[in-house]
């Protein structure tokens, strides 16, 4: 992420499962979830929208993990053949024989 050479998507499928935690009130985000925006546009980070081959590569996916937020996720970087920043190792169960891996 460091490297500026690099470019750095942030799922929508991520900005919706944040919207819904703050909503509930389980996240807290100074100034509330309309100041996300700031942050992603000031770090030069990309929106990644959730397209039909994202939600066909996720109709194939094994439920290794049962958030279907994460499994876009995954179905996300094996389409666009991105590798993946996290610490949830399940995600190295969809990634075992893909050309991504997971970071972190």
Do not use: C
């Not at 991520?14 to 509330?32: C, N, R, Y």
């Not at 929208?49 to 994202?54: C, S, T």
Request: proline fraction near 1%.
């Amino acid at each position: 992420m460091e490297d500026e050479s690099n470019g750095t998507y942030l799922s929508v499928a991520s900005l919706w499962e944040i919207s819904i935690k703050t909503a509930l009130g389980k996240l807290d985000i100074a100034g509330g979830y309309e100041t996300v925006i700031g942050d992603i546009v000031e770090n030069n980070i990309e929106i990644l929208n959730i397209n039909f081959a994202h939600t066909v590569e996720q109709y194939k996916l094994d439920f290794h993990h049962k958030d279907p937020f994460d499994r876009m996720i995954a179905a996300q970087a094996i389409v666009e053949q991105m590798n993946l920043l996290s610490s949830d190792n399940i995600f190295d169960s969809y990634f075992a024989e893909k050309a991504v891996k997971r970071i972190w």
